[in-house]
């Protein structure tokens, strides 16, 4: 048996957490294997809004094991707040949700160093959610990060102290920021016994064990390709591996254990916080699709950058993925436009490309194609074929050029608005 892959394939809030509810009935575990309390999984069922930060988006399916594996960092505080969600929401999770021993956890002084080293970015700042996401991957790979598994050690509050001073020592040649230590660390430690309540499991030889007996596994990524540590628009990402790579470190599966990769993209394009963006529209266009889209970030409110659909910049992440199969999601913001524009080459310094290129430049262009827009609502569509037939053909165009099926179209944010498409 393999193990599934859901991911994004643009900037991030490609739509992701949707998908994999719906997808979850077919599956036995859902496993998040990278990222942390920065991504925002939007899900939207029975007339209500729910939105995770880090536990798995299978949660609410609930005969589902949920796994958050070592790949991916932990805060206590907001794993409280969000179980506490799931509390209100009537939601049983404790004989159904798990964390690797081997994730590592957020403090507060990760925090605080988050916000210290963008405020000493000034203009050059990445648009960090300031969520401590660097700086704990950073303790990771500096061997000087706590784990899931201290926790229950008795030294542990003198392993936390050791690495608060070690960040207290960075600071002193950082600018001062807004930020009450004392009352975030207060914070911190009782949510430790929410933490604690949630079993821990060897993830990686739980996954295999369960790939082995035939279990079905859905691995769920969080942000986007365009995001990852080493194939993203570097410096302007996050601090982990989002592509399909990342998988295997982040769950501790081999890559002959794989199966299908399924890439989610909006139906145009959008970015949150700096960094290049080749499809950025700055007109009135760009804060129609804003506005239409409710293109503001789930984890951090901010207001989300918009674009034209890119094929170049989708055709790498495919192509980084091993796609198998794509779903195009927020179809249904394009309702209201007469023309729609695709993006088929760049531009840079007069020459045409199909290729990111290592660094984008402030003076890229895209080349784009135009389509005719249907100009009417889809929310009466129950199947892809209902679809006015300039949204199917606007679809179809999308799957010749991208050379991936389309074999999921989202019309609106609920789990019930997804229409199911046949390969062509």
Known sequence: MNIDVI???????????????????????????QGGPNAGHTL??????????????????????????????????????????????????????????????????????????????????IGSTLRGIGPTYMD???????????????????RYERLKQKHLSILSSLPQVDFDLEEEETKWFASMESLRKIPQVNSEYYVNRCLKYGKRILAEGAQGSMLDVDFGTYPFVTSSNTVTAGVCVGLGVSPDKIGEVIGITKAY?????????????????????????????????????????????????????????????????????????VGV????????TEEVPYEIPENIKLVYEEHKGWVQSLA????????????KNYVAALEEQLGVPITMVSTGPDRKELLLRKAH
């Not at 490609?14 to 599956?27: F, H, N, T």
């Not at 990771?140 to 003198?158: A, P, S, W, Y």
């Open 345 to 352: 080459k760049y531009i840079i310094d007069g020459k045409e």
């Open 380 to 391: 009466e569509a129950v199947s892809f074929e209902d679809l006015p037939l300039e949204a």
């Open 140 to 158: 990771r790979t500096g061997r000087n990060g706590l784990r899931v598994g201290d926790i229950n050690k008795i030294d542990f509050k003198e």
């Open 269 to 341: 394009c959008t970015r949150v916080g700096s960094g290049p963006f080749p499809s950025e529209l700055f007109d009135e266009t760009g804060e129609r699709l804003r506005k239409e889209g409710h293109e503001f970030g789930a984890t951090t409110g901010r207001p989300r950058r918009c674009g034209w659909i890119d094929l170049p910049q989708l055709k790498y992440t495919i192509m980084l993925n091993g796609v198998t199969q794509l779903v195009l999601t927020k179809i249904d913001v394009l309702n209201i436009f007469k023309e729609l524009k």
């Open 44 to 125: 939207v069922f029975d007339g209500k809004k729910y939105v995770l930060h880090t536990i798995p988006s299978g949660v609410f399916r609930p005969h589902l094991i949920n796994l958050i594996g070592n790949g991916v960092v932990i805060d206590p505080i907001t794993f409280e707040k969000e179980l506490k969600g799931l509390d209100a929401a009537d939601v049983k999770y404790l004989d159904r949700l798990y964390i690797s021993q081997k994730a590592h956890l957020i403090l507060p002084t990760h925090r605080l160093l988050d916000a210290a080293n963008e405020k000493a970015k000034g203009k050059s700042k």
């Open 7 to 33: 991911l994004g394939l643009q900037w991030g809030d490609e739509g992701k957490g949707k998908i994999v509810d719906y997808l979850a009935d077919k599956y036995d575990i859902v496993a998040r294997f």
